[in-house]
């Protein structure tokens, strides 16, 4: 039946887990310091006390099932998406959740699924800099750089 409904194990889990990000009210931190603090709180979900396999899982699960996408897809526009509106102007909200959720899902795919050696060796503190950087710049409106080469 797990095979006929879910097509895997992993796509039952991905269906009947509870995911709860447990995202912070980001209108409590100081708006330079929401970037940093997302990224911060992700990492600290993924890999803090008490952090278990059930979000990279469902990353392996939406990668190739549908129903684990449709779970993901459902997380990010009930959790991601009204946790970003809540800080970010209005108009913008959508397109700015779309890609600080790219961010933080390439993080995330990169660093617990692949473990790519690079990005899995990256102390967090670099990671929370240099990501919360850019996490900070899609919350404020700033153009990409520009610099020339």
Same mark, same amino acid.
């Given at each position: ?5 879910y097509?895997?194990?992993?796509? !039952?889990?991905?269906? /009947? /887990?509870d995911?709860? #990000?447990m #995202? ?18 992700? #990492? ?10 059930? !979000?990279?899982?469902?990353?392996? *699960? ?7 996408? =449709?779970? =993901?897809?459902?997380?990010?526009? +009930? +959790?991601?998406?009204? *946790? ?6 209005? *108009?913008?909200?959508?397109e ?6 790219? +961010?933080?899902?390439?993080? /995330? ?6 473990r #790519? ?18 996490? +900070? ?13």
């Amino acid at each position: 039946m797990v095979m006929r409904y879910y097509e895997s194990k992993e796509g !039952l889990f991905a269906a /009947a /887990a509870d995911f709860d #990000l447990m #995202l912070p009210d980001l209108s409590t931190l100081p708006p330079a310091a929401m970037g940093e603090g997302l990224v911060r709180h992700f #990492l600290a979900r993924w890999e803090g006390p008490g952090a278990g396999d059930e !979000l990279p899982a469902l990353l392996r *699960a939406a990668a190739t099932h549908p129903r684990a996408r =449709a779970r =993901a897809a459902e997380i990010f526009e +009930q +959790q991601v998406a009204p *946790a970003i509106a809540s800080a970010t102007a209005t *108009a913008r909200a959508p397109e700015t959740a779309a890609l600080i959720g790219a +961010q933080i899902v390439g993080l /995330a795919f990169t660093r617990y699924v692949l473990r #790519l050696p690079a990005v899995a060796a990256l102390d967090p503190e670099t990671i929370v800099s240099r990501v919360g950087a850019t996490v +900070q710049a899609l919350l404020d409106g700033e153009p990409g750089n520009t610099r020339q080469a």
